[in-house]
């Protein structure tokens, strides 16, 4: 609905443009699309035409999570929160106040949405980069590392090759924001003829600080 789909567009292109700094390739774009055959208030998210999650929110209410010191039950309609799986209510504007005194953790319902598919995105991130995708990161480091960038793609490394490891390691949920990193390492690497799945096995731990870095404040 309009009174959802203004914030909602802001907060995805705001989600759309942290991870793709925090994995290392532009995201391709979300396309937000009616759907007359979905329950009113229900919502979709799909990569291709494959449905990856769903659930629903409600306009113009607000969805509150409990916390440790949230002892007094509140009025509204009780269900599990969709990311992480906890139970919450949806609540009236008017609640608000009364939700945030006893302890609650209050959230838009565009937020819920933004949440699920920020999750969804990092879940499913070897589905979303391909070889044109790759190839943007590829160019924009060769503008600052030329020599390095041509001395292993596609001489030592294929794109495609190269797009197949990468894919390995963001299914095990590790940033490719290091490319310049990758290039080198796959550079002292060859010769080797190594396999995808060996060769993903050997960058694996000069990425893992960059994945505990995410984790990490």
Known sequence: EDEVNGPLVTRIAGVRKDISK????????????????????????????????????????????????????????????????????????????????????VVEPEAVITTQLSKVIEQNAHELIGQDELKQVIDRLAEASPSLVESVVPKLVPLHNLTAIMKKLLEEQIPINDMRKILEVLAELSGSNMSIDDTAEALRPYLIPLLLQRMVP
Not at 38 to 54: D, M, S
């Open 22 to 105: 925090s994995l290392g390739f532009v995201i391709p774009s979300v396309r937000i699309k009616d759907d007359l055959n979905l329950e009113p208030n229900f919502y979709q998210i799909k990569i291709g035409q494959r449905i990856v999650a769903e659930d629903k929110v409600y306009p113009g209410r607000l969805l509150t999570i409990p916390t440790g010191d949230s002892a007094i039950a509140l009025e509204g309609e009780k269900v599990i929160e969709p990311t992480f799986g906890l139970e919450a209510y949806w609540i009236t504007e008017q609640q608000r106040t009364l939700a945030e005194a006893r302890g609650y953790v």
